[in-house]
């Protein structure tokens, strides 16, 4: 189906949400049409910020807003969709345009098998009524369902739209691009170079991808990297986690501005916290790259700035190799919190390939450099 006629069916003058591949024809589409004009288009950092946009949208308006996400962002929405939106609460009707990854009988990647199993569960739970939109959904029934979800809406309930894979298509491709020089792939080259055989936490999407990629062609062992394949930003909670229960060991999280954007409160609880061992790497090129190349707003904004008001001793930014070099090797002297943001290009190889190793064979081989695979049994003592 041509993205345009979900558009005109459903009739909405206003999107939020954070983007999604299985999106991109919808995304690239509201690009076209809107950009970032706040007033019929915004993309959020996380999906509970654009529901409660969407929110604030209904209370000023009284019209009915879209809210467009992967479903790995169900469960970012649980909250404000069961204590504001639902209609024994505010009763705020709110279109979901929901990307369907991991769908049951479609293959995908490991970290959305789950998601995609309980996807249509978890909307039934929430009391959103939901409709699944295929490539043989035709115009008549999408018409026939909206008409049918107009009443759903009228009574403060909440409705949604599960997209399949290829179910969308749009007729002009947009290109996302920046100024920057810097590519992803080695940057990440520059900082496992300086990392030496410290332990590195990466964040969702690309760039572990590429990380491992960097390990295979070096004759490296994955045993120095934990990928966080999903949880998009959570990867700096989790180094914390780990920089805290191994203080003799330098830690490394390689993040993105998405990715640090979409959990941005992590930040100041890691500042709060002080690890002197750990360095927070953001590479940041402004883009949701991973799943198209929306912008995010992290060019607008000042990330070193921020780390230092959450409590990062030391941040600074690299717009060039040579600084970055300088800066990884900075941060390792002064033994402190640090914050390194890089600019970065958007782009990746187009042969760019996935983890060969399961997320099960990456935890044991983390953990077994860390010495912890003790920990993974858990202790029955007096279980009896």
């Avoid at 509201?30 to 409660?52: C, F, Q, V, W």
């Avoid at 930003?233 to 501005?257: E, F, Y």
């Amino acid at each position: 189906m041509k993205v345009e006629r979900l558009f005109d069916i459903i009739g909405a003058d206003f999107y939020t949400g954070v983007p999604d591949s299985q999106l991109r024809a919808l995304c690239d589409f509201l690009m076209s049409r809107y950009g970032t004009d706040p007033k019929h288009h915004i993309i959020a950092a996380n999906e509970g910020n654009s529901t409660a946009i969407a929110a604030g949208y209904h209370l000023a308006t009284g019209r009915v807003p879209v809210v467009y996400m992967q479903n790995s962002g169900e469960g970012n929405i649980i909250n404000p969709v069961a204590s504001l939106l639902n209609d024994r609460v505010y009763a705020i009707p709110v279109i979901f345009i929901i990307g369907w990854r991991g769908e049951p009988g479609i293959h995908d990647e490991p970290q959305h098998i789950y998601q995609g199993e309980v996807t249509l569960k978890l909307l039934n739970d929430m009391d959103i009524r939901s409709f699944v939109i295929g490539r043989d959904t035709s115009e008549d029934e999408l018409r026939s369902v909206m008409g049918e979800f107009r009443t759903s809406l009228a009574q403060g309930k909440d409705v949604a739209f599960v997209i399949r894979k290829g179910a969308l298509e749009n007729s002009e491709k947009v290109v996302y691009k920046n100024d920057n020089t810097m590519k992803r792939e080695d940057i990440i080259r520059h900082i496992v170079e300086a990392s030496g055989e410290d332990p590195i936490v990466s964040t969702t999407g690309k760039a572990s991808r590429e990380l491992f990629e960097i390990r295979e062609a070096n004759g490296q062992s994955h045993k120095y990297d934990f990928l966080t394949v999903g949880s998009m930003g959570h990867s700096s909670s989790i180094a914390l986690g780990v920089a805290l229960n191994k203080p003799d060991r330098r830690v490394w999280c390689i993040d993105g501005d998405g990715a640090a954007l979409m959990h941005m409160g992590a930040m100041a609880v890691i500042g709060a916290n002080k690890p002197e061992n750990l360095i927070h790497v953001v590479i940041n090129n402004g883009a949701h790259e991973t799943v198209g190349g929306m912008p995010t707003v992290a060019e607008s904004i000042d990330l070193t700035g921020i780390a230092k008001a959450c409590g990062y001793p030391y941040a600074s930014r690299a717009e060039s190799f040579e600084a970055l070099d300088s800066e990884l090797e900075a941060a390792k002297r002064i033994g402190e919190l640090s914050l390194i943001e890089v600019a970065c290009s958007i782009g990746a190889r187009d042969d760019l390939g996935r983890p060969t190793t399961t997320a099960a064979e990456n935890k044991q081989g983390f953990m077994g450099f860390l010495g912890n695979m003790k920990l993974c049994a858990p202790d029955n003592h007096g279980s009896d």
